[in-house]
C-alpha cells in the first residue's frame, strides 16, 4: 500500500545534494528551503532543509536510500578533503560504500 512518510535527514551542504541528484540523472526545483524532486517517482521527494526531514511515498524508499547515500558520501569526502585528507572509496557487494579516509 503506497502513501506518504517523511523521516529525519539533516542536509548540513545544499550544494552537494543538488550534485547527488544531478549525479543521479534526477531533476529537481528549489522553492525557499525546499528541493522537490521529480521523475520515476510514486510523488515527488521533497528535502526540507529548515525542517531536516525528507518526505516521499514509502514505494520510493529504495531510490530515496540511494539518494541519501549520494549525499552522505559526497558530504563526507567533501568534509575530509578540506581537512586535507585523502579520500577513497569502495563500493561493496551489499551496494553499500566504504570511504578510507587519512
Do not use: C, W
Request: glycine share 6%; proline share 1%; hydrophobic share 40%.
Amino acid at each position: 500500500m503506497s502513501k506518504e512518510i517523511k523521516v529525519s535527514f539533516e542536509i548540513h551542504n545544499r550544494a552537494i545534494l543538488k550534485k547527488a541528484l544531478s549525479q543521479l540523472g534526477y531533476v529537481f526545483t528549489e522553492t525557499g528551503d525546499e528541493i522537490a524532486v521529480s521523475g520515476d517517482f510514486y510523488m515527488p521527494v521533497r528535502f526540507n532543509i529548515a525542517h531536516k526531514d525528507v518526505s516521499f511515498d514509502n514505494m520510493d524508499t529504495k531510490k530515496v536510500n540511494a539518494i541519501k547515500q549520494a549525499y552522505s558520501v559526497g558530504y563526507y569526502r567533501d568534509q575530509a578533503i578540506r581537512e586535507g585528507s585523502q579520500v577513497a572509496q569502495e563500493v561493496m557487494s551489499d551496494g553499500s560504500i566504504r570511504l578510507r579516509i587519512q
